[in-house]
């Protein structure tokens, strides 16, 4: 199984940007997929998650309404369109694969893992 991220960047404060998580090597249709976030001395936090199907979502509060997780099962791909970003944006993003077909908020559960993409907000 194999995770990779795409899409980061160096953008300006109120900026946009678009990830890409291309999996392969297993039934990508069949697994949740989540973004998480580490910014330089701060613990990884779940960004936002979708369901195998993509009929659920969730999202931390501090992106809700900026962010848009969306997958395309037939190209094995998900995606994570941040708009307005702010400078509390910047992290290295990775995507993971959880071993169920429902979102979880438990870091354990996600067994797979992205080498992770950057992304800098800043003026």
């Known amino acids: 199984l194999g995770l990779a991220e795409s899409g980061g960047g160096s953008v300006q404060p109120g900026g946009s940007l678009r990830l890409s998580c291309v999996a392969s090597?297993?039934?990508?249709?069949?697994?949740?997929i989540a973004w998480f976030r580490q910014a330089p001395g701060k613990e990884r936090e779940e960004v936002s998650c979708i369901s195998s199907s993509g009929g659920s979502t969730n999202y931390i509060v501090s992106v809700k309404g900026r962010f848009t997780i969306s997958r395309d099962n037939a190209k094995n791909t998900v995606y994570l369109k941040m708009n307005s970003l702010k400078p509390e944006d910047t992290a290295v993003y990775y995507c993971?694969?959880?071993?169920?077909?429902?979102?979880?908020?438990?870091?354990?559960?996600?067994?797979?893992w992205g080498q992770g993409t950057q992304v800098t907000v800043s003026s």
């Open positions: 090597g297993y039934t990508f249709r069949d697994y949740a």
């Open positions: 993971a694969a959880n071993r169920w077909p429902v979102c979880s908020w438990r870091v354990d559960e996600y067994d797979y």
